[in-house]
């Protein structure tokens, strides 16, 4: 059983780690609140961008682009999966790394893996077929840098070396809620059934200035790296909104094992003062004898 010294020690030792997460949960405060900033502003854009490019790539007739060829016979694939190069993030990593293992036990592709941050790949990298790990000047890439890894897997992509690219981030919600997820970025065009339904809802052409095909041209580049991007906001603001929820957790548990420690360490004080205050009234009784 502790002693009166021993809970002081652990109360000082409580103490202290209350202020380092105190002061981790400041900053990812800051850093989310410029991450979110960020991710609000792009995700609208990106995601309206995608949803364009497919529907008038869909909707053109006689138009090709590397980045719209599908090649279901190719099943070569490569899988980025985003994540953080830090911990204490509460289960952002191993629920990532949780949604990447089901999506390989039920996929039918030969996929490689790469990573950006390098916590789930020290989770799951034993267990796949290890491709490329990122690394880069500061602990969140830029955009030109992101550009240049999708640039580079763009190229194996319109060789035919691989016929697919896939990529896996937790997709921000709030603070304290994000979504693991599993999206393909090339080929950008849709499935069959999905052409159909939009040839459907849009029976007519669009004009269009200057043509369509120097529009899409210049376009569906800008809207790969565009989610490429966009899929990076998210799992930045994602972590950060992880951290300071796990470091908010964190305070609060600190603050109720002192709370108790210091009951604890309170009623050993009281028992010894009583102990000592009935020694000495037995002694005096003695005296009296």
Not at 41 to 64: C, F, H, M, S, W
Not at 201 to 229: G, H, M, R
């Amino acid at each position: 059983m502790a002693n009166i010294k021993d809970l002081k020690k652990q109360i000082k030792s409580t103490k202290g780690t209350l202020k380092i997460t105190s002061a981790m949960k400041l900053v990812s405060a800051a850093k989310l609140s410029k991450a979110q900033q960020a991710i609000t502003g792009a995700r609208p854009y990106a995601d309206e961008l995608e949803e364009t490019i497919k529907t008038v790539g869909a909707l053109v007739q006689n138009y090709e682009h590397s980045y719209l060829k599908t090649n279901d016979e190719n099943k070569q694939t490569i899988l980025l999966v985003i994540s953080a190069n830090k911990g204490l993030c509460g289960g952002y990593n191993s629920v990532l790394a949780k949604e990447v293992r089901r999506f390989l036990v039920e996929t039918e592709l030969d996929v490689k893996v790469s990573f950006i941050g390098k916590k789930v790949k020290e989770i799951i990298g034993t267990e796949v077929n290890m491709g490329e790990f990122y690394t880069f000047e500061k602990t969140d890439p830029n955009f030109a840098e992101l550009q240049e890894v999708g640039n580079k897997l763009a190229t194996l992509f319109t060789t035919g070396e691989i016929g697919r690219i896939l990529i896996a981030y937790n997709s921000f919600n709030s603070a304290i809620s994000f979504d693991s997820t599993v999206k393909q970025v090339l080929p950008l065009s849709l499935d069959e059934n999905a052409k159909a339904k939009v040839t459907e809802q849009f029976p007519f052409d669009f004009k269009y200035d200057p043509n369509a095909e120097e529009i899409l041209d210049t376009l569906i580049p800008e809207t790969y790296v565009s989610t490429l991007w966009t899929c990076l906001l998210n799992a930045v603001a994602a972590e950060h909104g992880s951290r300071m929820s796990s470091m908010d957790n964190a305070v609060s548990n600190c603050k109720e094992a002192i709370k108790t420690q210091t009951l604890k360490m309170n009623k050993l004080r009281q028992a010894a003062i009583t102990t000592e205050l009935i020694e000495v009234v037995s002694g005096a009784e003695s005296l009296k004898g």
